[in-house]
């Protein structure tokens, strides 16, 4: 079994679990070290030989014996199908209302915009 299939089995759950838990056992994901990968993947239950995981960290780890961990997240993304693309060209589009033809949007300008006492779960009281 490959990891790309074994988080894939996961679902985006096991994908957004794997990525906290780097944010929280590595200080910094610019700095994920192959000791920090193998034991992060571990605590997702997911194990290999230590050859098929230094083969995998080799793939994705840059020149400085650390992973390229915006290239290992781009490896599982899956592409949107068209209601989603276009939901979220809708969202962007919405959210850009400032920022003139950049690419981007500032955090600052999402946080103008989102408002997280009007989510129906804050509401109802279920989050705060």
């Not at 850009?96 to 006492?117: F, H, L, Q, S, V």
Request: include cysteine; hydrophobic fraction near 40%.
């Amino acid at each position: 079994m490959d990891l790309k299939n074994a988080l894939l089995k996961k679902g985006i759950k096991g994908l957004i679990n794997l990525h906290w838990k780097f944010l929280v056992y590595c200080s910094n994901v610019s700095k994920i070290t192959l000791n920090d990968f193998i034991n992060v993947l571990q605590l997702e239950h997911i194990n290999f030989e230590k050859k098929e995981f230094e083969d995998i960290f080799n793939y994705f780890s840059l020149k400085n014996n650390y992973l390229d961990y915006n290239r290992f997240i781009r490896f599982f993304k899956r592409e949107l199908n068209d209601n989603k693309l276009k939901m979220v060209e809708k969202i962007f589009l919405s959210l850009k209302y400032d920022t003139g033809d950049n690419e981007e949007i500032a955090m600052n300008d999402i946080k103008k915009r989102y408002k997280a006492r009007r989510h129906p779960e804050v509401i109802i009281g279920k989050k705060k």
